[in-house]
C-alpha cells in the first residue's frame, strides 16, 4: 500500500484497513470492516479488497451490517495485493468507481502477460489486445531513457497527464508481435513491459489526441524524472558474474572507494644542491608507510596482520628505495615521481610475469600510492571517511584498506576486480562483512545510489524497491550460535572455526565454536629468519589448545611453499610453486621441519587437556598419508590425519580414508587443482568456484568413502562458510565444519532450519547440476522454500481493506 | 402448552452448556481443523463463547431476540476466523425472526432456527455435501421439522436433531471439502470430520439437553 502511495501525487484516495480482530489477533472482525468503509465514506463510493476465507464472509457481513449507509459500497474479487495497487493509483487520478473496479480486476495482466500465460479474459475488457493503430489515430515513436523503464511510477506519472483529456491512448513495443494495448490505467502501461532503451509506439484518438502525445512524450524525454544512466546494462552485467563470498544481505548508500593517486608531474629536474635532501625524504616518509601497515597488522586479526606484514614489508624494500633515491640523485627527479616511477617499473615487472607474481603487483602499487600520498602531505588515498553506514564499491582493495574496514560501518563491499578466495574475500568473511566480488561495471556506479548487496547469492539490486527493503528488515537477524550445531532433526553437526593464533582461538572459543577445525600453524613461523625452537612452538600451541580445553583442535603441520615463502625452509623459486614443493612436500626436502613440529605438538598436547588431532596439507598419495600417520603415531599423537586438496587424493579416497584417523577437505585448494585455476587470479573466479559441479562431485566421493570406513570427514574450506554450501556439505555426508568464526551463527542458522531429507535433497541437486550457477540456484530454491516455508502460514493472515474511491482534482 | 416452552433462562443455560462444550473439545476441534484447515476452531470457537458468556452477563438480556442478537454480534467481533461470521449470522438471524419475546414455542424456535440457517446458507453459499457446518444444521432442522408436525414439543423435536445432526457429522468425514480453506486440499480432505460440521453437532446437542431440564 505504500508503495502504491508514493506513485500518487496531490489527493489521494482515502484508504482504510481493516486487518486483524479486535483483540489483536489474526483474523477478520465484521464490524471493524464496516467501522473501515464508513471511515472513507465517500459520494464516489467505496471499494472493498479481500483476501481469502474468513475476510470475504467478513466483508459481506459487514455490508449487511452497514445496511443502506447513503453511497455504494462494492465488494470485489480483484487481486489483493495487485489490484489494491492498480485501484490506489486509478481512483487518484480521477477514476470513477466502475473504473476503479475494472483497473483493479485487469490488475493482474502485467504479471500474466510477463509470465506468458494466455490472455483469454484479461478480467479489464478495455485493457484487452486491440487492433492496430486505425487511420483515425495519430502516433508517436519515443524510446525510454530511465534507468528503470515503464514501471508503476512512470505508468502513474502518464496516467495523470492524461487526466482531463478527452483522447483514448493506445501503447505497444515497436519490436514485439503483440498488439497495442488500449491505456485505460497504469497496468495496461506496465503490461507492456517496456525497458529503458525499448521503442514504444504511443497511438492516439479523439480531440485532445495530439496533446495527449505531446505530454506522454514529454514525460518520456525527461525520463519520468528518473536517472537515465545506463544502469540496467551495469546491473544485469553486475549479476552476471558477480560472486557472493562473504555471506549476509544488506542495503546500503553506495560509496566508492576515494580515487587512487595520479601520477606526480615529470617535468622539471631539481638543481643538484638540494638533491640529498629530497632523497632523504624517502627515506622517512616509506618508514612512515611502513610502520602505520605494521601498526595495522598487530591491530588485526592473524589473518589480515599476516597479509599487512607482507605489505608493510614492500614499504620496507631496501633495493627499492634504493632505485627510487637513485632517480632523485642522478635524474633529478622530485622524490615523489622517483618513488612512483620505482614502484611502477617493479609493479610493471612482476605483472609481465604473470600468475601469482601478478598478484603481488596490486600491493606494490598499494605501496607506492601511500608513499606518494604521504610525501604530498595527504593522508593516504583509501577508505572514505564516512560517519554513516555504506556500501564500499571499489575497482579492488588492498589487503590493508580491507583489514582497516569498520564492520559497524562498513554495511558491505563490492568490487570489480577479485575472486572468491582472493585475499578480500578471506578478510571481508573474517570481518563479517557481505562481499560480492568480480561485479563487472560496479566501480562507474551512481554515488548515493542504493544498492542491495547479497553475499551469499551474489546477487546485486540497484536501487531495490520498497518490499525489498521492507523483506530486509523483517529478516531477523542471525542469532548467536548456542554451541551446538544440528540440523532441524538434530543430525550434530560440529561447527569449528578456523584460527592461526591464540588470540583467534580465544575469540572462537568466545563464539562458542565446538572446537578448531584448522589451526593454520605457518603464522608462527612468519617473519623469521630460522626455524622457531620447539620450546617457542609448545608456547604458541598451548595457547590456542587452552582456549579449547576438552574439545578438539585440529593442527595442521607447516603449510609452506614458495607462495608462502619462509625464509628458513629455503625454497628455490619455481615457475609453478601451487604445483610445486609445498605443504608435506617440503618435509621430504626438510624432514626435520616436520619433526619438530610433531614433537612440540606432542608436548603441547600433554601439557594442555584438548583432544589434539594433526593433519599433513598437500597430500596426494597413499603413501604420503601413511607416512605421515606413522610419524605422528611415533610422536603420540593418537590422531592423525591429512587433508583432502588434491583430485588424487580426493579420487582415492576409498583406499586413503582407511589408513587415517580422519581427514579435512581444504575446498580452497581442492577448487583450483580440480578446475586447474590459480585461486589468486581474479578473471578465473568463475573457474575458482566451490559450487563448480565437479568439485562437489569428488567431495560426495570423499563423503560416502568417510561413511564406508567410519572415519570423520571435514571442511575446512572458505565453502563450509557458506550457508547454502554448508547444508550441500552436509547431504554430502561431511561430518564437522569449519570456518572463520564469525560465519559460524550464519552457518548455525541455517542448518537448523533444515532436516537432513533436506540436505540430501539439495547435495543431489547441486550435484546433478550441470554447471556452478545451476548447482547455486537449485540449491538457493531449495533452501528458500525450506526457509520461507514456516513462515508462510502466518503471511497467510487474512485480513481486508478498504479503497475509497475518490474524485482526485488534478 | 407453555410448560415445555423455551425460556430465556433455557437459552442462556444452552449458551454456557455450548461454552463449556467448545472449551473443553478445544484441542479435539482444533485437531480436527489442523487436519483440513488452519487449526484456529477450537481456539476461536472457545475464545468467541467465553466473550459471549461475559456480554451476556453485563448485559443481562431480558428477550430471546435481544439476547440472540448479543450472541450473533459478540460472536462476529471475536471469533476472527470464517466461523465467526457463520455462526454470528446465525444467532442474530434467529434473535431477529424471534423478536422480543420471553419464550418460544416449538414452532417458534423451528422459524428461528431456519431463519438462522439461511442465514449461514447466504453467508457460506454451502450446499449439501460440501463438508461444512450445513451438513449438520440441514438434516437437524428437518428432523426437528417433522417432530414438530408430527405434533412433538420442543424437547422431543430438539433431542430428533441433535441425533440427525450427529449422523449428519459424521457423513462429513467421507466428503470432499469445497468450501472454505479445506476446499484447497480436494480429495486430501477425505477422512476427515468436519470441524464446523462437528461444533454445530455441539450446538444441537447441548441445547437438546438445556431443554431437557
Redesign the interface.
Known amino acids: 500500500m505504500d508503495l502504491a502511495l508514493e506513485m500518487v501525487h496531490g489527493e489521494r484516495p482515502l484508504i482504510a484497513l481493516a486487518a486483524g480482530t479486535a483483540d489483536g489477533r489474526i483474523g477478520t472482525d465484521p464490524i471493524r470492516v464496516s467501522e473501515a468503509v464508513i471511515e472513507v465514506a465517500s459520494p464516489d463510493g467505496v471499494l472493498v479488497f479481500m483476501d481469502l476465507g474468513s475476510a470475504v464472509l467478513s466483508a459481506e457481513l459487514a455490508l449487511e451490517v452497514l445496511g443502506d449507509p447513503g453511497f455504494e459500497v462494492r465488494l470485489t474479487s480483484a487481486p489483493f495485493v495487485e489490484g489494491i495497487l492498480a485501484a490506489i493509483v486509478s481512483a487518484a487520478y480521477g477514476a470513477d468507481l466502475d473504473r476503479v473496479q475494472r483497473e483493479a480486476s485487469g490488475a493482474l495482466l502485467a504479471k500474466r502477460m510477463h509470465l506468458g500465460e494466455e490472455i483469454g479474459d484479461p478480467g479489464s475488457p478495455e485493457a484487452g489486445p486491440v487492433g492496430l493503430a486505425s487511420s483515425a489515430e495519430i502516433h508517436a515513436d519515443v524510446q525510454l531513457l530511465n534507468r528503470d523503464g515503464l514501471h508503476a511510477r512512470p505508468a502513474a506519472m502518464i496516467m495523470a497527464a492524461l487526466t482531463g483529456l478527452d483522447a483514448v491512448l493506445r501503447v505497444q513495443r515497436r519490436d514485439a508481435a503483440e498488439a497495442a494495448l488500449e491505456v485505460t490505467g497504469p497496468t495496461a502501461l506496465m503490461a507492456v513491459g517496456g525497458r529503458q532503451g525499448d521503442h514504444l509506439r504511443f497511438a492516439a484518438a479523439g480531440p485532445d489526441a495530439e496533446v495527449a502525445l505531446q505530454r506522454v512524450g514529454q514525460l518520456v524525454a525527461d525520463g519520468f524524472g528518473e536517472s537515465t544512466v545506463q544502469a540496467c546494462e551495469l546491473a544485469a552485467d553486475a549479476n552476471g558474474s558477480a560472486f557472493g563470498v562473504s555471506p549476509g544481505r544488506v542495503a546500503g548508500r553506495v560509496v566508492r572507494m576515494v580515487a587512487p593517486a595520479s601520477a606526480p608531474s615529470v617535468e622539471g629536474t631539481l638543481p643538484d644542491l638540494i638533491r640529498p635532501g629530497e632523497a632523504a625524504r624517502i627515506d622517512s616518509a616509506a618508514l612512515a608507510v611502513a610502520e602505520e601497515l605494521q601498526a595495522r597488522a598487530g591491530m588485526s586479526t592473524a589473518t589480515a596482520g599476516e597479509i599487512l606484514g607482507a605489505t608493510a614489508e614492500i614499504a620496507r624494500d631496501v633495493g627499492l628505495l634504493g632505485k627510487a633515491k637513485d632517480l632523485v640523485l642522478s635524474a633529478g627527479r622530485s622524490a615523489e615521481r622517483a618513488v612512483w616511477e620505482a614502484y611502477d617499473s617493479l609493479a610493471a615487472d612482476l605483472r609481465a610475469r604473470g600468475g601469482l607474481a601478478a598478484e603481488r603487483a596490486a600491493d606494490v602499487i598499494d605501496v607506492r600510492d601511500r608513499i606518494v600520498a604521504n610525501l604530498e602531505g595527504r593522508t593516504a588515498q583509501g577508505l572514505p571517511d564516512e560517519d554513516e553506514p555504506y556500501v564500499l564499491v571499489a575497482e579492488d582493495l588492498s589487503p590493508a584498506d580491507t583489514a582497516l574496514l569498520d564492520p559497524t560501518r562498513c554495511l558491505a563491499l563490492v568490487t570489480e576486480q577479485g575472486g572468491p578466495t582472493s585475499h578480500t574475500a578471506i578478510l571481508a568473511r573474517s570481518l563479517g562483512i557481505p562481499a560480492v566480488v568480480a561485479a563487472a561495471g560496479v566501480w562507474s556506479a551512481p554515488l548515493g545510489a542504493v544498492l542491495l548487496v547479497d553475499g551469499t547469492s551474489g546477487e546485486l539490486i540497484w536501487d531495490p524497491d520498497e518490499a525489498s527493503l521492507a523483506e530486509l528488515a523483517e529478516r531477523p537477524g542471525v542469532a548467536a550460535f548456542s554451541g551446538r550445531g544440528a540440523t532441524a532433526d538434530d543430525r550434530p553437526m560440529p561447527l569449528l572455526a578456523n584460527v592461526g593464533s591464540g588470540e583467534d582461538a580465544r575469540r572462537a572459543a568466545v563464539g562458542r565454536a565446538e572446537g578448531v577445525g584448522l589451526f593454520r600453524t605457518e603464522f608462527c613461523f612468519l617473519d623469521r629468519l630460522d626455524a622457531p625452537t620447539v620450546e617457542e612452538q609448545v608456547e604458541a600451541y598451548r595457547e590456542v589448545l587452552a582456549a579449547f580445553s576438552g574439545r578438539r583442535v585440529v593442527i595442521r603441520t607447516l603449510d609452506a611453499g614458495s607462495d608462502k615463502p619462509l625464509s628458513f625452509v629455503g625454497q628455490v623459486e619455481e615457475a609453478n610453486p601451487a604445483l610445486g614443493v609445498r605443504g608435506y612436500r617440503t618435509s621430504v626436502t626438510r624432514p626435520q621441519l616436520l619433526d619438530t613440529q610433531l614433537l612440540a605438538i606432542a608436548k603441547a598436547a600433554a601439557l594442555e587437556s584438548a583432544d589434539v588431532n594433526v593433519m599433513a596439507p598437500m597430500i596426494t598419495t597413499v603413501e604420503e598419508a601413511a607416512a605421515f600417520v606413522s610419524r605422528c603415531h611415533d610422536h603420540g599423537i593418537a590422531k592423525a590425519g591429512v587433508m583432502i586438496e588434491t583430485p588424487a587424493a580426493a579420487l582415492l579416497a576409498d583406499r586413503l580414508l582407511p589408513i587415517v584417523d580422519f581427514v579435512s577437505i581444504g575446498t580452497n585448494d581442492l577448487t583450483q587443482y580440480v578446475m586447474a585455476a590459480d585461486r589468486l587470479v581474479g578473471s578465473l573466479a568463475s573457474l575458482n568456484d566451490p559450487w563448480q559441479p565437479a568439485v562437489l562431485r569428488l567431495i560426495e566421493r570423499v563423503g560416502q568413502a568417510g561413511q564406508a570406513a567410519g572415519v570423520p570427514v571435514g571442511v575446512c574450506g572458505e565453502a563450509a562458510a557458506n550457508p547454502h554450501l554448508a547444508v550441500v556439505l552436509t547431504g554430502l555426508g561431511v561430518t564437522s565444519l569449519s570456518m572463520t568464526s564469525r560465519a559460524i551463527p550464519a552457518v548455525a542458522d541455517q542448518l537448523s532450519r533444515v532436516d537432513q531429507g533436506c540436505c540430501r535433497a539439495a547435495a543431489r541437486a547441486a550435484v546433478a547440476a550441470a554447471t556452478a550457477n545451476q548447482a547455486r540456484s537449485q540449491v538457493g530454491g531449495i533452501l528458500g522454500y525450506a526457509n520461507g516455508g514456516s513462515s508462510s502460514s502466518q503471511q497467510l493472515a487474512p485480513y481486508s481493506a478498504i479503497v475509497g474511491a475518490r474524485s482526485a482534482s488534478c | 402448552m407453555a410448560m415445555d416452552n423455551v425460556t430465556v433462562e433455557t437459552l442462556v443455560d444452552w449458551l454456557a452448556r455450548f461454552d463449556s462444550a467448545v472449551t473443553e473439545q478445544r484441542d479435539y476441534l482444533t485437531e480436527l481443523d489442523s487436519a483440513i484447515g ?1 487449526a ?1 476452531h477450537g481456539a ?1 470457537m472457545a475464545r468467541g463463547m467465553t466473550a459471549v458468556m461475559e456480554s451476556i452477563g453485563a448485559v443481562h438480556p431480558g428477550t430471546v431476540g435481544e439476547l440472540l442478537k448479543t450472541v450473533g ?1 459478540t460472536l ?11 455462526y ?2 446465525f444467532f442474530l438471524r434467529m434473535g431477529i425472526a424471534s423478536g422480543s419475546v420471553t419464550e418460544l414455542a416449538a414452532p417458534d424456535l423451528e422459524r428461528a432456527l431456519r431463519a438462522g440457517l439461511e442465514g449461514v446458507v447466504q ?2 453459499k454451502a450446499e449439501l455435501g460440501d463438508k461444512t457446518m450445513y451438513d449438520t444444521f440441514f438434516p437437524a432442522l428437518e428432523a426437528y421439522a417433522a417432530a414438530v408436525a408430527a405434533g412433538s414439543d420442543a424437547g422431543p423435536a430438539i433431542e430428533a436433531a441433535a441425533r440427525a445432526a450427529e449422523e449428519g457429522r459424521d457423513a462429513t468425514g467421507p466428503m470432499i471439502a469445497r468450501k ?2 479445506a476446499s484447497y486440499l480436494g480429495e486430501r480432505s477425505i477422512g476427515h470430520l468436519d470441524p464446523g460440521a462437528t461444533s454445530a453437532a455441539m450446538l444441537l446437542s447441548t441445547l437438546a439437553i438445556a431443554i431437557a431440564r
Do not use: E, F, K, Q
Not at chain 2, 462476529?76 to 457463520?86: D, K, M, R, Y
Open positions: 488452519d484456529d476461536n454480534m462476529v467481533s471475536s471469533v476472527g476466523g470464517a466461523s465467526g461470521p457463520l454470528g449470522t453467508r457460506g472454505g480453506r
